[in-house]
């Protein structure tokens, strides 16, 4: 490596720390460099709590994206600083909290920004009018906010999830895999799978490496090997779980199978929402790739679809799949 090596930052604040994301991220830190200082953020008291217990020893604030007041502490002294946000999200609000903070800190030496961008979307020009129109979705947020971390100067690495988190088969995609032994995902098409930890852990190493050209670039993430249709998934998890698992692509199937939970009951506009999202994907299906980009920035291979599959087997054909709230609505 040539030029002036990145500091590494002495202290970390990580938000989403009760999530799988944060929650990995946190983990890998503590692991690998137990000296640096760790600050863990929820938006969330009652999840505090939780989190103490879960990290004893790290220090946990409450702090909320849309109110400054809670940012300013929670930034002080930080020199690194994870950020991964929920969907629909006001992302205009809440980076510009962000920044006002970093700057009030003054401290920051590297800033990791997750976003959820198909490939090849930069601009919120590239979006379809009737996504845009719904204005502040999952299409547009992550868009928006990297808008405002560039004009910031702040020194910012992004990544960007370029596939589905595989936890999504336990949320949105699992609706039908207990009772039906059917994969309901409408407009089937390519994606790539990624396992949440390890994105928490790709933050985790860029924040603690010293290599100065991870600043102001752009990784787009996948695990490396999965690369499917959502056809082919179910013929995974019939491999796999041990019971066949039919495919069903029909968006008013998908739909009738939501409104018959409760979860899903009152969010019939989401839901909507997402169909067009996934009809969007359906036509980036030719951008999504496998490549080496988990590897190179973790050091190992990503977790595979099948391991996720084999080690989740018992909650995918559980009766009880935790419900997903719409502000996470699977994409
Ligand atoms: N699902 C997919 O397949 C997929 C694919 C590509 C990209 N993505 C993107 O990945 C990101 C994470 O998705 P996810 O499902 O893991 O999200 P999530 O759990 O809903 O939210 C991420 C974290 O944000 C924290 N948070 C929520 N509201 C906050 C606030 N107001 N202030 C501070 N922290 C707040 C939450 O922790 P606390 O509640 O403890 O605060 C949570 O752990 C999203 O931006 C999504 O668009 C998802």
Redesign the pocket.
């Known amino acids: 490596m040539t030029g002036n090596p990145k500091p590494i930052p002495r202290s970390l604040l990580i938000?989403?720390?009760?999530?799988?994301?944060?929650g990995s991220a946190a983990s890998h830190i503590r692991q690998v460099s137990p000296q640096t200082r760790l600050r863990l953020?929820?938006?969330?008291e009652k999840?505090a709590q939780r989190?103490q217990a879960q990290f004893p020893g790290c220090e946990v604030v409450v702090?909320?994206?849309?109110d400054v007041t809670t940012l300013i502490p929670a930034f002080k002294d930080m020199e690194g600083i994870f950020i991964?946000?929920?969907?629909f999200?006001d992302e205009r609000q809440?980076m510009f909290n962000v920044v006002a903070a970093a700057r009030h800190a003054a401290t920051l030496l590297h800033m990791v920004r997750?976003?959820?961008d198909p490939p090849g979307v930069h601009s919120e020009e590239s979006v379809p009018l009737h996504l845009r129109e719904f204005d502040g979705g999952?299409a547009v947020?992550?868009l928006r906010a990297r808008k405002l971390l560039d004009s910031s100067g702040l020194p910012v690495t992004y990544i960007n999830?370029a596939?589905?988190?595989m936890?999504?088969f336990l949320k949105l995609f699992g609706i039908g895999l207990a009772s039906k032994h059917t994969l309901f995902v409408p407009y089937d098409r390519i994606m790539a799978f990624l396992d949440?930890r390890d994105v928490g852990e790709v933050a985790a190493c860029l924040l603690l490496s010293s290599n100065q050209r991870h600043l102001g670039k752009t990784y787009q993430l996948d695990n490396g090997v999965d690369l499917m249709r959502f056809c082919d998934v179910a013929r995974l998890m019939s491999e796999v779980l041990g019971v066949p698992i039919a495919y069903n692509d029909s968006p008013e199937d998908f739909m009738r199978e939501c409104a018959a939970m409760p979860a899903y009951q009152q969010r019939q506009d989401g839901l909507r929402y997402a169909l067009r999202y996934y009809e969007w994907e359906r036509e980036a299906e030719t951008l999504w790739r496998r490549s080496d980009i988990l590897e190179a920035l973790t050091g190992h291979k990503g977790r595979t679809l099948r391991q996720w599959l084999e080690e989740h087997r018992d909650r995918l054909l559980g009766t009880s799949l935790p419900v997903t709230?719409v502000?996470?609505l699977?994409?």
């Open positions: 938000f989403g720390a009760s999530g799988r994301i944060g953020a929820t938006s969330s999840k989190l702090a909320n994206y849309l991964v946000t929920p969907d999200l809440a997750l976003t959820g999952t947020q992550h999830i596939a589905y988190y936890a999504d949440s709230p502000a996470s699977s994409k």
